[in-house]
C-alpha cells in the first residue's frame, strides 16, 4: 500500500468477487456522467473543475479500505466506500444537471427542506471533506489561495479550502446560498467570501447556543420557515409538503438502520468498524439525507453487520475499542486501518457520526419543521461545537459507556479553537474517569502542518507507552 | 506628537488594574461588582441599585501560561488573558460574572472559568447573530431572564421602573463620553486618541455613579479650552475588535498619527449611541444590542459594517483607517480581508494590523505606522 507499513492482505476467491462488485459500483457511477452529459460536456467541466480529477481517483480510497482487509469486513468496507463515492457521483451529476435549481448549503444545514423544495442541494464543503482523503494534499492550494486572500494562516484549513476553491474560480455558481452560524466563527465567516465571489443571495440560519427546550424548537422552526420563504421567492424551489413528508420518512428509515448497526457495534467484538461507518453517516446524514440511496446504504450495511457479527467481529483480533472526537484525520484516512493491523485498534464512533438523532415526526408541517429544528441543532459537531462544553463531553463519556470504549483519540485539528480551548479540561475529566485519552497534533486538510507520518508516531508512542500495546 | 497635559492621573490609575480603586470603594459601600464580557452584555441592566457592571479587562498581564493550558495557546489572547487573571485571584472580589456566547472564544472562556473559577453568579446570554423581530424577542427572553437570576440572587429590584432609571443614567454617561468624543473632531483637538480611550475604559471598569461627576467637569474643562494638538501628520480612524489598552493607541499616535475616532468593540463607535428612553426597557435593550453590528459575529452584516466604517471616516475626516484585528480572532480574521478591499475601493487608506492583547513589539508596530503615513505622504 502507499502509505507506511500497512500491509496488504492476500485476497481469497470470495475477496476478489467482493472487490470486483465495489469496483463495478463505482466505475458504473463514475461512467455515467459522461454518457448522461455527453463526453464533450465533461471534457470541458474536467478542464473548468480540477478537484474532478481527485473525485475521480476515488479507487485509492476503495483500495485503502479492501485491501487491507479480508472476508466479509472486506466486503462490507467496500460496499461502504463504492456507495459513497457512488453517492457522490450523484450530487456531483446534479450540480452539472441542474444548475438552475442548486442551492449551496453549508454543511451542518440538512438539505431535507431543499429536497422537500424540489431545489439541488451541493453541499460546498463536501469536497474540503471527501477530496483530501483520496488525495491528502488536494486542499492545499485551496488553503494557499485563501491565505494569500488575506485570511490568517490560524483559521480552520476546511473553511479555508472552501473558500479557496470558490477564490480560484472553481465553484460552480449555484442559484442561492444556504448556511448558518455554525460549526464554528470560521465556517460561519467563510460564507461573507463565498457570497461576495459567487454573487448570488445568502440566507443565514441562526442556531442559538441554550438549543434545549421548546423554546429554542419554537425559534429555529421560525428560522426554517422564514428558510423557506426565502427561498420561495429567490429560487424556483417550491415547498411541497407531501414531498417533504417523503424526504423525512426516508430519513427516518435510513436512521432506523443506522441506529439497528450502532447497537450490533456496541457488542464485543464489534461487527463493524472503520469507513463504512463514519463514511456512510458523513454521506447519508450530512450530505444527502432523505434520499433512498440512504436507506439502501444503512439496510445493506446492517445485513452485512449481522452476518459479521454471527461470525464473531469485523476484526481479526479487537484488542482496543477506539472514539474519535472531532471530525476524522481526512489527511490520513490510513490512520485507523493501519491501527487496525498493528494494534487491533476498532474505531467505532467519532464526532460527526455521534448525535441525537432524532425522529422526524411527520403528521404536519409544523411538526417536520419542530423535527427538523431538532436535527439541526443536536446535529453532528453543532451540538459540540457551538453550544455549551457540557455537550462535548457529555456526549463523549455517553458513546464511551454505550460501545464499552478503551481510548479516547482526540484529532486534535489545530485550526478548531472550540475543541483546542476544552482540551485542559479534557485531560482532566478522561484522568478522573480513568480513560485513556490521545490528543493528535495535526491539521485536518494540510499535510504541510504535520504529516502523516508524524502522526502516526504520536499514535504509536500513545499505543506503546500509554496503552502498553505490543504490535500484532 | 506630543500627549498633551490636562487629563488628571485620577483616570489614568483607574484603567491600571483589573478592579480599580472605585470598584473597592463602592464594593465597600456594600455595592457588588459584576464582571462581564463583552459589547453585547447591556451595561444597564447590571447597574442597578445594589450592584454595578464592570468590564472585564486584563491590564497588566504578562504572559498567559496558565491560561494556555486550558484554553490552548490558538485562543484569542483577550479571553486568554482575562482567564490568566482570573486564575491568578485578580478577579476573585467580584460578585458575579456575566458573558455573552458572542464568538467560539468568549464561550469557551465561560466554559473554563466556570469549570476552574466558578463565581456564585455565573450567566451566559444566548446572543443572537442577527436581527429582526424573531432575535429581538428571543434576546428580550433572555434579558428577562438575566434580570430575574439578577433579583433573586443579590436580592435587588431590576424591574421594569428600576432599568428605566438605570437607562436614563447610563444615557447621561453616553452623553458626556459623546461630548468628550465630539472635541476630537476639531482641527486641533485637546485630547488624544489614547487619553479618550483611556476614559472610555476608566469608565466601563468603574462604578458608573463615581464615575460622572469627575468625566462631566474634564469635559467641562476641556471643552473651554482652547489649547489642542496641531503637530500631527494625519487623522486616523481605528477599526477592529477589542482594545482596551490605551498604550496599544499611544504607540500609533507617537508616530504622529492622531486617532480621531474609534470603531472597535471598546470604542466610541457605536458604543456611545444612546439607548431609546422608551417603551419596555427590556426590549429597547435587546434592540439595542443587535442593532450593534460593528463585530462580524452578526452574520448578515458586512455591508452595514463597511458601510459604518466609511461614515466614521467621513464623520471625523480621518486621512485613513487602522484595522487591527486580535490575533487569533476568526471572524475578524476571515472578514478583515474582504472589508480592506471594500475601503481601499472608496479610495481609503488602510493599514491592517494584527495584534496581541498585551503590547508587545512596539518598535515593529511604531515602523509600520509611519510607513503607512508615509504611503499616505503625510
Known amino acids: 500500500m502507499s502509505i507506511f507499513d500497512i500491509k496488504r492482505i492476500k485476497p481469497t476467491v470470495a475477496d476478489l468477487k467482493s472487490d470486483l462488485a465495489s469496483h463495478g459500483r463505482l466505475v458504473s457511477s463514475l461512467a455515467k456522467l459522461p454518457f448522461r452529459h455527453g463526453p464533450l460536456f465533461m471534457l470541458d467541466k474536467y478542464r473548468r473543475y480540477p478537484w ?5 481517483a476515488a479507487n485509492t480510497l476503495l483500495e485503502m479500505s479492501v485491501r487491507t482487509r479480508t472476508g466479509a469486513y472486506r466486503e462490507a468496507s467496500g460496499f461502504g466506500v463504492s456507495h459513497v463515492a457512488a453517492g457522490i457521483g450523484e450530487l456531483v451529476d446534479n450540480l452539472f444537471a441542474k444548475p438552475e435549481t442548486t442551492v449551496i448549503h453549508e454543511d451542518l444545514v440538512p438539505p431535507e427542506i431543499l429536497y422537500g423544495m424540489g431545489l439541488n442541494p451541493w453541499m460546498a464543503e463536501l469536497l474540503g471533506i471527501i477530496a483530501p482523503l483520496i488525495r491528502s494534499e488536494f486542499a492545499e492550494p485551496y488553503i494557499d489561495a485563501a491565505e494569500s486572500e488575506g485570511t490568517p494562516p490560524d483559521i480552520c484549513s476546511l473553511p479555508k479550502c472552501t473558500m479557496g476553491i470558490a477564490l480560484k474560480g472553481e465553484m460552480p455558481k449555484p442559484k442561492a446560498i444556504l448556511t448558518s452560524n455554525m460549526p464554528c466563527d470560521g465556517g460561519m465567516s467563510s460564507y461573507s467570501v463565498l457570497e461576495r465571489e459567487l454573487k448570488v443571495p445568502t440566507f443565514r440560519l441562526d442556531i442559538p447556543y441554550n438549543f434545549y427546550g421548546e423554546r429554542a424548537v419554537r425559534f429555529f422552526a421560525g428560522e426554517l420557515k422564514r428558510a423557506i420563504a426565502w427561498l420561495e421567492e429567490h429560487t424556483p424551489g417550491r415547498m411541497d ?18 441506529m439497528e448497526v450502532w447497537d450490533l457495534v456496541a457488542k464485543k467484538p464489534a461487527p463493524m468498524a472503520g469507513e463504512a461507518l463514519y463514511l ?51 489527511i490520513y484516512p490510513e490512520l485507523f486501518v493501519w491501527a487496525e493491523q498493528k494494534y487491533g485498534v476498532a474505531l467505532l464512533m467519532d464526532m460527526i457520526s455521534y448525535n441525537r ?116 | 506628537m506630543k500627549q498633551p497635559a490636562g487629563i488628571p492621573t485620577f483616570f489614568k490609575n483607574l484603567v491600571e488594574e483589573p478592579l480599580n480603586a472605585m470598584v473597592e470603594k463602592a464594593q465597600d459601600s456594600g455595592q457588588r461588582a459584576i464582571g462581564y464580557t463583552c459589547s453585547y452584555v447591556p451595561r444597564p441592566l447590571l447597574d442597578v441599585e445594589g450592584i454595578f457592571g464592570v468590564r472585564l479587562r486584563a491590564p497588566g498581564v504578562s504572559g498567559t501560561p496558565m491560561a494556555d493550558t486550558y484554553l490552548s495557546n490558538v485562543i484569542c489572547s ?12 485578580a478577579y476573585s472580589n467580584l460578585g458575579g460574572w456575566v458573558f455573552a456566547s458572542s464568538c467560539d472564544h468568549m464561550r469557551r472562556l465561560y466554559d473554563n472559568l466556570d469549570y476552574l473559577e466558578p463565581l456564585d453568579f ?34 435587588v429590584d431590576t424591574g421594569r421602573g428600576a432599568l428605566a432609571i438605570s437607562i436614563k443614567e447610563h444615557n447621561r454617561l453616553l452623553a458626556i463620553l459623546r461630548g468628550l468624543d465630539r472635541l476630537r473632531r476639531r482641527d486641533a483637538p485637546p485630547l488624544s486618541g489614547t487619553q479618550y480611550q483611556m476614559l472610555m475604559m476608566a469608565a466601563t471598569s468603574s462604578p458608573r455613579n463615581l464615575v460622572i ?56 463607535i457605536p458604543a456611545l449611541k444612546p439607548v431609546s428612553e422608551e417603551g419596555d426597557p427590556l426590549e429597547v435593550l435587546a434592540s439595542h444590542s443587535l442593532d450593534n453590528i460593528s463585530c462580524p459575529r452578526m452574520m448578515e452584516e458586512f455591508g452595514a459594517r463597511a458601510q459604518e466604517i466609511l461614515e466614521a471616516v467621513k464623520l471625523t475626516r480621518a486621512d485613513g483607517v487602522v484595522l487591527e484585528t486580535m490575533k487569533f480572532c476568526d471572524t475578524w480574521g476571515v472578514e478583515a480581508s474582504p472589508l480592506v478591499s471594500v475601503l481601499r475601493e472608496q479610495g481609503i487608506p488602510v493599514l491592517r494590523l494584527e495584534r496581541e492583547y498585551a503590547m508587545s513589539s512596539e518598535g515593529q508596530l511604531q515602523t509600520r505606522v509611519q510607513a503607512f503615513l508615509e504611503s499616505m505622504g503625510r
Open chain 1, 241 to 258: 409538503w407531501d414531498r417533504m413528508r417523503q424526504v423525512c420518512e426516508i430519513r427516518n428509515k435510513a436512521q432506523e438502520y443506522q
Open chain 1, 52 to 56: 474532478l480529477r481527485t473525485l475521480l
Open chain 1, 280 to 330: 456512510g453517516h458523513m454521506m447519508y446524514s450530512v450530505a444527502m439525507p432523505g434520499r433512498e440511496r440512504g436507506v439502501e446504504y444503512w439496510r445493506e450495511m446492517l445485513v452485512r453487520t449481522k452476518k459479521i457479527a454471527a461470525a464473531g467481529g469485523a476484526l481479526p483480533d479487537e484488542r482496543f475499542r477506539c472514539a474519535l472526537w472531532n471530525p476524522p484525520t481526512l
Open chain 2, 213 to 268: 461627576e469627575p468625566l462631566e467637569s474634564l469635559y467641562k474643562e476641556l471643552e473651554n479650552s482652547s489649547d489642542g494638538i496641531d503637530d500631527y501628520r494625519a487623522r486616523l480612524l481605528l477599526a477592529g475588535s477589542n482594545c482596551d489598552d490605551p498604550g496599544y493607541i499611544r504607540v500609533i499616535e507617537s508616530t504622529g498619527g492622531l486617532v480621531v475616532g474609534d470603531r472597535t468593540c471598546t470604542g466610541s
Open chain 2, 78 to 89: 483577550l479571553t486568554r488573558s482575562i482567564m490568566e487573571l482570573a486564575l491568578e485571584g
Open chain 1, 357 to 472: 438523532h432524532p425522529y422526524i415526526d411527520t403528521k404536519s408541517p409544523d411538526t417536520m419543521l419542530q423535527g427538523l429544528a431538532r436535527v439541526v441543532m443536536e446535529g453532528p459537531m453543532a451540538r459540540h461545537t457551538r453550544g455549551p462544553s457540557e455537550n462535548f463531553f457529555s456526549d463523549l463519556f455517553a458513546l464511551c459507556e454505550r460501545f464499552s470504549m478503551d481510548m479516547i483519540w482526540m484529532a486534535g485539528h489545530i485550526g478548531c479553537k472550540n475543541t483546542m480551548a476544552l482540551n485542559g479540561m479534557f485531560r482532566e475529566k478522561c484522568r478522573e474517569r480513568g480513560i485513556p485519552l490521545l490528543i493528535i497534533n495535526y491539521d485536518l486538510s494540510d499535510t504541510r502542518v504535520v504529516s502523516p507520518a508524524e502522526i502516526r508516531k504520536q499514535a504509536e508512542a500513545f499505543m506503546e507507552t500509554v496503552m502498553k500495546a505490543r504490535p500484532l
Open chain 2, 122 to 155: 455565573v450567566h451566559i446570554l444566548d446572543v443572537p447573530h442577527k436581527r429582526g423581530e424573531a432575535a429581538t424577542a428571543w434576546m428580550k427572553e433572555e434579558l428577562e431572564m438575566l434580570a430575574e437570576k439578577l433579583a433573586e440572587h443579590f436580592g
